[in-house]
């Protein structure tokens, strides 16, 4: 967009335009959290292998989580020029409650899917989330 400096201020701002991945897919209760992860790819690791890690042994390996639904988020290439996003990929674990999720953070099965992430994510930020829909 030739008017995007005149709206956002992109030296700023965190943004990832990304495609959806259902990885798992199970009925979510109303109060259902999100445990969201973010990643970024480490610095001397190509964009293919972060993607297929995630979608491959990483999602294999959470499978263990007992979470309701798995989701990956992966960034789509964005216009030359630009500066890299703030994150490569988002991976969002599905709980019944935010005990669930946090303990999932914690267990020996997250501390196995994190070893398949190792040399391709470098750091990662984690959030729990209940959605709010508005109708």
Do not use: C
Not at 1 to 22: K, P
Not at 72 to 96: C, E, H, K, N, Y
């Amino acid at each position: 967009m030739s008017d995007e400096a005149n709206f956002i201020d992109t030296s700023r701002t965190g943004v990832a335009v990304t495609s959806r991945h259902l990885l798992s897919d199970g009925r979510l209760p109303p109060d259902a959290v999100k445990l969201i992860t973010l990643l970024r790819r480490a610095p001397n690791a190509p964009e293919p292998p972060l993607a297929e890690a995630l979608m491959g042994p990483y999602s294999e390996a959470v499978s263990e989580a007992g979470a309701l639904r798995h989701e990956a988020l992966i960034t789509l290439a964005d216009r030359a020029g630009r500066p890299p996003f703030s994150v490569q990929a988002i991976d969002m674990l599905w709980f019944a409650s935010p005990e669930d999720a946090l303990a999932w953070t914690g267990s020996d099965a997250a501390y196995r899917a994190a070893w398949q992430l190792s040399g391709v994510a470098f750091g990662a930020e984690r959030l729990i989330a209940r959605p709010n829909r508005v109708v």
